[in-house]
């Protein structure tokens, strides 16, 4: 076993929420007083109505909020290495976005529509188009349980 360490279940159990729980993490560990569990969470790109890409956003989903992060890079002197944070961007109530699907031409977008008419465009962040159709299908239709007529 020297300098040999492999994980124990818990240990990989953990990792794995961790990078895969990246919204609830954040209100867990900083954000106690919003004490929602996130239903749904998933990497998305941000981008421009046209398909320009804007940055990367973490987009989550509670019974009561739509939640939106972004990882933040802390800058450091001379080019070193940063490690980069989960911070909140934004938090709606549900009450207050439209959220609806486009899947015309080569792009699936998700088109969100705020109540103070701020309108925000996202693509699921995937590099392959053909492993993303099904995805989006699902996880889209728990977005648009969301929509207020």
């Not at 990078?19 to 749904?40: A, F, G, M, P």
């Not at 909140?88 to 088109?111: E, N």
Request: net charge negative.
């Amino acid at each position: 076993m020297d300098g040999d360490h492999s994980e124990t279940p818990v240990e990989r159990a953990f990792a794995r929420w961790e990078s895969e729980n990246r919204i609830q993490k954040l209100l867990y560990t900083e954000y106690s007083e919003l004490e929602d569990i996130v239903l749904v969470e998933s990497p998305f790109a941000q981008t421009t109505k046209d398909g320009v890409g804007i940055r990367q956003i973490q987009m989550g989903l509670t019974s009561t909020k739509l939640i939106l992060a972004s990882d933040v890079a802390a800058t450091a002197p001379f080019n070193r290495p940063v490690d980069t944070t989960l911070e909140l961007l934004m938090v709606c109530p549900v009450q207050c976005v439209r959220i609806s699907t486009d899947d015309s031409g080569s792009r699936y977008t998700l088109k969100a529509h705020f109540c103070h008419d701020k309108v925000l465009y996202f693509e699921l962040a995937s590099p392959l188009k053909r492993d993303v159709s099904p995805h989006i299908s699902f996880t889209l239709s728990i977005f648009t349980t969301v929509k207020i007529p």
